[in-house]
């Protein structure tokens, strides 16, 4: 008789190559992270075009997903370990990150994703794991990515914060103090790259798995896919950065 009991398709097992309570912790620095960024102001009031874009892209990945990937050649012995065709997920996020640049905003677009994904697809069974799955393994450090760049994601320029200018009317304005560094649009693509690529591996295998299938990957299994898949990402990350840069530029005028 099994000893795992099971509730709308979610297994009660605790039995993860990631512990509870680490899981708990991490939740825990995010929520404490954006409540920082919302102190700081740093998390900003989206515009009605913001919400225009979170909804498009979300059904854009919806298309992704369940219509031109499963069209994609896989070759097994290949995508068991480097799921290229991430990396049309990878661009949809890296453009809602690019076009919108406020925290949240992937946060955001991943629960409309799910919630068409349920409505049109998959089904309400399981929920709300779902939602907290797409939100914390990836979606969530996207955004906490974004509280570092902000509405820079995705060119060159990096804010320092910002200075006291006296004009030559002899008033006192603030203006926000900007560097350029060649080649951070990349950097940013890599990252997103990344952090997407290991999620399934990684918050997947190694712990969301084991609610959803009733049993756990080994621990070794967990770690060397999770390596693999980052080496993916950084892949994926330098092929996207591209063509994040050039549609940003077209749709925003900003480079």
């Known amino acids: 008789m099994s000893s795992t009991a099971v509730w709308n398709g979610i297994h009660f097992d605790m039995n993860t190559v990631i512990p509870w309570w680490v899981i708990a912790i991490y939740v825990l620095i995010i929520a404490l992270l954006l409540l920082y960024g919302w102190r700081k102001h740093l998390l900003s009031s989206y515009r009605t075009v913001d919400y225009v874009y979170m909804g498009l892209l979300a059904a854009l990945l919806v298309i992704w997903n369940f219509f031109i990937s499963p069209l994609i050649p896989k070759v097994s012995a290949v995508t068991s370990w480097f799921y290229y065709p991430d990396i049309g997920e990878i661009i949809i996020l890296l453009l809602a990150a690019s076009l919108i640049g406020k ?152 480079y």
């Open 103 to 254: 925290p949240g905003t992937v946060m955001v677009t991943m629960f409309i994703y799910t919630l068409l994904s349920d409505i049109f697809h998959y089904g309400f069974g399981g929920e709300p794991f779902w939602f907290i799955y797409e939100i914390i393994a990836y979606a969530a450090m996207l955004d906490l990515y974004l509280l570092l760049r902000g509405k820079y994601f995705g060119t060159n320029n990096q804010a320092l914060g910002k200075k006291e200018v006296k004009t030559e009317q002899g008033e006192v304005r603030t203006e926000e103090r900007v560097i350029t560094i060649p080649g951070l649009f990349v950097i940013d693509s890599v990252i997103g790259g990344i952090i997407v690529a290991i999620a399934y591996p990684f918050f997947y295998h190694g712990f969301f798995a084991t609610f959803v299938e009733g049993y756990s990957y080994t621990t070794n299994y967990v770690l060397t896919n999770t390596l693999v898949s980052l080496a993916g990402g950084v892949i994926m990350g330098l092929v996207s950065a591209p063509f994040v840069a050039y549609i940003r530029k077209v749709v925003t005028g900003v």
